[in-house]
């Protein structure tokens, strides 16, 4: 028990720095993008973190088979390469007692997965739909910048303001241009605010104490309002609540429907977590080298065998989806062959033969 607690702690250790990086990654690339989002008016400021956050829960169970398989493939590697496995089987941990000792572990992880596939992660595509939603309300105002020109409507509107309150609640000096009527509108405004009719859900951007120039540069009819307040309508932004997507169902709403999308979804919140359970004996017999070889030679072939197997689970995602497939058969082949990958695996490394291929390459080199 001792051997395995130490094989243990070393691919735990490895997987949480290898899952922390791949979250950084996945925390950055999507900050970045949401923050171009926040400054173009598509997403309201103070909605950024709570997107972010509920994003990154949504995404967690897509990265952690990733972190698992390649902290297993560098943990094994690094002990062939040191030749602790030759210790540790010296020790009496004998081959089919690693194997059940890392599928045991992979069963530990996979539970864990299971719980983020099945129910935290449907959660969170909810909680971000809801966000998206609120984020239409208030990415108007929110989307304006103090001192920035800032477009809306596909460029009809430009707005500009000097500044803005700290509460953001009001605009300062306001400039507002519109091209969507007969007759170009050039309004100015010492204040301005955001008001959304509550029957209608139509939301208006009020300017306070202006004035209004409507006709084209030049011409001799343009029209000049002193105005107490000058409502501009922002019909084409009017937020309604979207469809909820397939991937926001509850898994009990999955289980209850019969729709070939729904079958694909529930396989595929199925298929992550028996990933896991799969990739962890997988890498630790795609980790195996000799000393001589180093640690990471395997990490390139891990990888591309981990692409090969997810992109499977995705066509075959993608074929129950479009009723290509039957449900009843779906991913499950892509898994019954993983399985028969990892037994082919193991049965030639105890047996000590060589795979096909290897021998094919030596005879051709005329090796015995």
Excluded: C
């Excluded at 959304?196 to 343009?222: C, K, Q, W």
């Excluded at 074929?319 to 499950?332: E, F």
């Amino acid at each position: 028990m001792i051997l395995e607690r130490y094989i243990y702690r070393e691919v735990l250790q490895t997987f949480f720095a290898v899952f922390g990086v791949l979250v950084l990654i996945f925390v950055s690339n999507r900050f970045v993008k949401y923050l171009a989002d926040a400054a173009t008016g598509e997403l309201a400021n103070d909605l950024l973190l709570e997107l972010l956050a509920a994003k990154l829960a949504a995404n967690l169970i897509l990265i952690m088979p990733l972190a698992y398989f390649v902290s297993v493939l560098m943990t094994f590697g690094r002990l062939y390469s040191d030749s602790e496995i030759t210790a540790l089987v010296a020790g009496g941990l004998s081959p089919a007692r690693l194997m059940w000792s890392m599928a045991g572990l992979s069963l530990a992880v996979a539970l864990a997965g299971s719980v983020l596939s099945v129910y935290i992660a449907p959660e969170a595509q909810a909680l971000g739909a809801r966000i998206e939603d609120r984020s239409k309300e208030d990415a108007e105002i929110s989307g304006v910048v103090g001192g920035r020109f800032s477009e809306f409507g596909g460029g009809r509107r430009v707005f500009f303001a000097e500044r803005i309150s700290r509460d953001r609640s009001e605009l300062q000096n306001v400039f507002v241009h519109r091209s969507d009527s007969s007759r170009p509108v050039l309004v100015a405004a010492e204040s301005g605010y955001q008001f959304v009719d509550p029957a209608t859900r139509d939301r208006f951007m009020v300017l306070v104490n202006g004035h209004s120039y409507e006709g084209t540069a030049g011409d001799a009819d343009i029209a000049i309002t002193r105005f107490r307040e000058y409502g501009v309508r922002m019909e084409d932004n009017t937020a309604t609540p979207g469809e909820r997507r397939i991937n926001a169902w509850s898994t009990l709403e999955l289980l209850a429907a019969d729709g070939a999308e729904a079958q694909a979804e529930l396989q595929w919140r199925l298929s992550l977590p028996l990933s896991i359970l799969l990739l962890g004996p997988l890498g630790m017999l795609v980790a195996r080298t000799s000393p001589r070889q180093g640690r990471f030679s395997r990490l390139f072939y891990g990888i591309l065998v981990y692409f090969v197997y997810n992109n499977l689970m995705g066509v075959g995602r993608e074929l129950v989806r479009r009723g290509d497939l039957d449900p009843v058969v779906g991913m499950w082949p892509v898994h019954l062959l993983m399985v028969a990958t990892v037994l082919v695996m193991y049965h030639l490394q105890v047996s000590g033969r060589r795979p096909l291929w290897q021998r094919l390459r030596d005879r051709r080199r005329g090796a015995p």
